[in-house]
């Protein structure tokens, strides 16, 4: 009889890192189908070829640098990060975004780094900050929403825009690209206008922009699900969203005419999904619980700064990446008392 | 009267972990009571400890409950003859701790007739001086039968201020083990006897009996007990959680008084003792009837087991015995582990004997072992810290014992850990932390050792060098010494040349002179 | 000057003088406040081993601390304390770590020294060697190593004429590893094996 000498506890743990990352990528699809339904089939072939691009830099890496493709490749935790890129993107996208956007992801933000584990920064917001940067350009031109447009582009049109990088001659950028709601924010500010005149726009729905607030909910029922099974715990999503609140409310009553009220903020952009899929990013994120309480609150107050005062009009991916530089000080300075201390 | 109320209120603990139990399938069938084994193996030290004074030599004949060892003082423990029988040598056996390793134990081939060694009770225990209760329960070989094999008497009695509360541990939390609830079942009197004999010792006004919320038979048992064993309403059940690690000393205290136990402190610093239910018992029988501990409840349990069930063994029978006794093993059997699934340690040898603190021999197959998943890097998924029940930072140690950083991980209070297996059992990367912890451990203990040493062979060179210059400078003051007189003994010298011309210029000068 | 290059100037200027000041400021309170000389010997000492072996070519442990401190000696010259001492030694001095001085010897496990008390003849010589005084005994009567004092710093070994002195490995405490170790389960175990008698 052999018998094995490994030390407690002799069941195996309840969890994988891939089973992990899958609850994740269940947990998005309600949005991935609210995203299709309102923008077209643009969102699809994005995740699509940021995840081809992504497990194969990450092959190419893991060769590059000895290491077994097994388990690494099949963790899934290249294609949470492909995912969560791709759902920044604008739905008609050039194919070199996502290359360029996996690129710094996946091969400088994680495999330079150390890999699986050892990234400082969120690869997915690395990623879209160095194509924000250097594709400013396409990175606005966004689609207007099923209610406002003239009809999304068919998959036959939007494999066209894609994949050789300018529309097909039936459509044009006029005709099918809007202004986001914090786009027209932005830029009405700038002009001195009010915003409750701004949000006359055809535009903006009840709480945000059409179709994005119900994207956002998505995201949140997503998130609820993740919180359910225990993927995320509820430090991070509940720090962010109840600081937007706290900081936008006050100047809001102040003065409504000039500061968009709360609701508008948070089913505005990416607040909704950062607050459950990107600044819950466990390896760049806070470890001790009160470290993830004050993580979630400076995301939220650096977006809110960055929206207000900065130049881009969503500033939730670098707000992202400057709490991740803090990240390790902050847990350093809240670690729990242990017990008998 | 003392301010901690104990009892009155449930509080949580942090973290914790809902297990399933699998504890009933044990309990299903009566106690049994194996076939007297071919030889039984008694390790000298079967406690936390040094070993006591032995008393037997090889080709000794023993009787049943005879001492075969002394207690010099309160941390050693005594070990008795659990049959009546021969020594037949003294000689390094397998033994659970280290893991792989072996010990000398005493042999005790048994003749059959499992005959008594005069027992000396202690009959008015109720007013008796709680110094010879103590003396009574060390000298019957009591350690603590919860697993960590503390010596019962260095629990009773110690530096601390006047203990006020005993809790009587029966939340025995860990899947799998039912040998408590067994007891509790079987023999509920005697471990209330065992708790007022035992409170008396230490001058404890109440007793309260820890079990778990899912102990229904227990409770009912216990209760008819109290009825009978406990005119005065000195003990009390109390029923808390079913969550793991609810058992450990240190939760249970949490749970009960809200509490902690100070880091460098222990409970009876609280007024505080805690002590298991099996050890209450044996106390009874020590005191009432006068036998010392010679045979304990042991759960052989897990799916790996024909027909688990609780068996009372003799101390010092093989685990093969034990495990022949529960129905055999099943096939591709890879691991026995000492304890429980959570916490247990992995034997070596089927050979191994069953000691005072081994209350389960679980048996695992191959496909309950095998893992889906090799270890991965840690993901920083922070599973680990929402269940640790010391609200510690498991990733963190981790990493810095990862890196042998020792320093820091002795600054985020690595000997808090009390080795539960929360962490590792939720952690997806499949990281076998608490090994890593028991490590860091071990590299800690040993610095702390090998830096004592250091201090005193400092301490030893310095003196010696301070003894050297001093005898160099004796020698030297010596010297000069020397010197000084042979300087002045030259003066001496013409001192006496001096007196010669002296005397001769005497004998000389009177003529010259031409006085008479 | 256009306003410019007046500007860059002003720029660089106020750049220059900034660091001249920090520098100014660092350099006397380095002067101001040097760690004395003591205090650091006696750090050093701290972290050296204790074993007054000698094979770093002083006389003991502290009079090597000095020489470290006078930067007489290199870091890397202690065997015993091995490749974590010299770590040591380089955070605290902040200095580069760097490997260790074979000529000076090779890190060993433990050691105590252990006389053979069939072979010795009382002579004295290895209990004036021991640098920590843990022999015992006394002229023509028998000596013993007392185990732990004994540093394993081998210097009785060569005076002794009769070369009575071992050295053999130190009972060190269990330290859990971090593998899963097969072992074949004793199933038969041979019955004359490891008997001892006890007195």
């Known amino acids: 009889m052999k018998l094995t000498l490994a030390g407690a506890p002799h069941l195996p743990p309840i969890n994988t890192v891939s089973g992990v990352m899958k609850q994740v990528l269940y947990a998005l699809i309600p949005a991935i189908a609210a995203h299709v339904w309102f923008f077209g089939l643009g969102i699809l072939f994005q995740i699509a070829l940021a995840v081809a691009f992504a497990l194969a830099l990450e092959a190419v890496m893991l060769k590059l640098r000895e290491r077994p493709l097994e388990p690494f490749l099949s963790d899934y935790s290249a294609v949470v990060t492909a995912v969560l890129f791709a759902l920044c993107m604008p739905p008609l996208a050039p194919w070199w975004i996502a290359l360029t956007g996996m690129v710094f992801a996946i091969v400088v933000a994680k495999h330079f780094y150390g890999g699986l584990g050892h990234n400082l920064f969120n690869p997915a917001m690395v990623g879209f900050a160095v194509v924000i940067v250097a594709f400013p350009l396409d990175l606005s031109q966004w689609l207007a929403p099923r209610q406002l447009s003239p009809g999304l582009p068919g998959l036959w049109q939007t494999a066209q825009a894609i994949f050789t990088g300018s529309l097909p001659e039936a459509l044009s950028w006029d005709t099918l690209s809007q202004a986001t709601p914090l786009d027209a924010l932005k830029t009405g500010v700038a002009e001195n206008r009010l915003v409750t005149e701004i949000r006359d726009a055809p535009i903006f729905g009840d709480f945000g922009g059409l179709g994005w607030e119900w994207i956002a909910n998505f995201y949140a029922l997503g998130g609820l699900w993740l919180l359910y099974r225990r993927v995320i715990s509820w430090h991070v999503p509940v720090a962010l969203l109840a600081t937007v609140v706290v900081v936008t409310v006050p100047m809001w009553l102040m003065g409504p005419d000039i500061n968009p009220s709360p609701l508008q903020h948070v089913f505005s952009g990416a607040l909704v999904m950062a607050a459950f899929f990107i600044a819950t990013d466990p390896v760049s994120g806070c470890s001790t619980m009160r470290g993830r309480l004050v993580f979630g609150a400076g995301v939220a107050i650096l977006t809110l700064a960055i929206r207000r005062f900065g130049g881009y009009p969503d500033g939730v991916a670098f707000a992202v990446l400057l709490m991740n530089m803090a990240a390790p000080l902050i847990d350093r300075l809240t670690r729990p008392r242990t017990y008998g201390h | ?516 | 000057m256009s306003a410019t290059l007046a500007a860059m100037m002003v720029a660089v200027g106020v750049m220059l003088a900034l660091l001249l000041g920090i520098g100014l400021v660092l350099l006397v309170s380095a002067r101001k406040w040097r760690p004395d000389e003591d205090s650091v010997v006696e750090q050093i000492n701290q972290i050296l081993p204790q074993t007054q072996c000698g094979q770093c070519d002083y006389p003991g442990c502290r009079p090597y601390a000095e020489a470290i401190a006078n930067g007489e000696a290199d870091i890397n010259q202690c065997p015993p304390g091995g490749e974590a001492g010299v770590k040591a030694l380089a955070d605290l001095l902040g200095r580069a770590p760097k490997p260790l001085d074979a000529s000076h010897g090779e890190t060993k496990p433990p050691l105590v020294a252990v006389i053979d008390e069939d072979r010795c003849i009382g002579c004295k010589l290895c209990i004036q060697a021991c640098p920590v005084d843990a022999i015992v005994g006394a002229p023509k009567m028998m000596h013993t190593v007392i185990a732990d004092e004994c540093t394993g710093c081998e210097l009785c070994l060569p005076p002794c004429p009769v070369d009575c002195i071992d050295l053999v490995p130190r009972r060190r405490p269990f330290i859990w590893s971090v593998d899963t170790v097969e072992v074949e389960s004793r199933e038969a175990l041979e019955p004359a094996k490891t008997e001892r008698e006890h007195a």
């Open chain 2, 1 to 516: 009267m003392h301010d901690l109320e104990v009892g009155e209120h449930l509080y949580r603990f942090p973290g914790g972990l809902k297990l399933r139990h699998h504890k009933q399938i044990a309990c299903r069938d009566p106690l049994l009571r194996p076939e007297m084994p071919e030889a039984l193996y008694l390790p000298l030290q079967q406690h936390q400890g040094p070993a006591g004074e032995m008393l037997v030599a090889p080709g000794d004949r023993v009787l049943k409950g005879q001492p075969l060892s002394r207690a010099r003082n309160d941390r050693e423990v005594p070990v008795h003859a659990p049959t009546s029988g021969t020594i037949s040598a003294i000689k390094a056996w397998p033994v659970s701790w280290p893991p792989d390793s072996e010990a000398e134990c005493l042999v005790l081939q048994p003749d059959g007739k499992d005959a008594w060694f005069e027992t000396t009770a202690l009959d008015d225990w109720r007013h008796a001086d709680p110094a010879d209760l103590i003396g009574h329960i060390r000298a019957a070989g009591l350690a603590g039968l919860g697993g960590a094999m503390f010596p019962t008497a260095a629990k009773l009695r110690g530096e601390w201020q006047q203990v006020h509360t005993l809790i009587l541990n029966g939340s025995e939390c860990e899947p799998y083990i039912s040998c408590d609830e067994m007891l509790m079942r079987e023999r509920p009197g005697a471990i209330i006897e065992g708790g007022l004999i035992l409170a008396r010792a230490l001058g404890a006004d109440e007793v309260i009996i820890a079990i778990e919320d899912q102990m229904g038979a227990v409770d009912e048992s216990l209760s008819r007990a109290l009825a009978e064993h406990d005119p005065d309403d000195i003990c009390r059940i109390v029923e808390v959680t079913t969550i793991y690690p609810e058992g450990g000393e240190k939760q249970l205290i949490q749970v009960l008084t809200g509490a902690e136990v100070p880091h460098d402190g222990l409970p009876q610093d609280l007024g505080l003792a805690c002590l298991n239910v099996g050890t209450a018992a044996a106390a009874r029988d020590a005191v009432i009837e006068g036998k010392p501990l010679i045979e304990r409840i042991v759960t052989v349990s897990g799916p790996g087991i024909k027909h688990p069930r609780n068996v009372v063994a003799l101390l010092g029978t093989p685990v093969s015995d034990l495990l022949a006794a529960a129905g055999g093993l099943d096939d591709d059997i890879e691991r026995l582990v000492l304890g429980g699934p959570m916490s247990g340690l992995p034997l070596a040898s089927d050979l191994i004997p069953v000691a005072k603190g081994s209350n389960c021999i679980l048996v695992l197959r191959r496909e309950d072992t095998r893992r889906v998943q090799p270890v991965m890097p840690c993901i920083n998924c922070g599973e680990c810290v929402r269940v640790c029940p010391a609200s510690l930072l498991p990733q963190e140690l981790y990493k810095y014992l990862k890196a042998e950083d020792y320093d820091e991980t002795d600054s985020l209070h690595l000997f808090d850990c009390i080795e539960c297996g929360c962490c590792a059992h939720v952690c997806p990367s499949h990281i076998p932390l608490v090994d890593w912890y028991r490590h860091g451990k071990g590299v800690l203990r040993e610095r702390g050792i090998e830096d004592a040493r250091a201090q005193k062979a400092r301490q030893r060179f310095e003196a010696r060098e301070k003894r050297i210059a001093e005898e160099k400078e004796r020698r030297r003051l010596r010297r000069e010494q020397r010197e000084q007189k042979l300087k002045a003994g030259g003066d001496a010298k013409s001192e006496v040349q001096a007196a010669i011309e002296r005397s001769r210029s005497k004998s000389a000068g009177p003529d010259q002179d031409g006085d008479s």
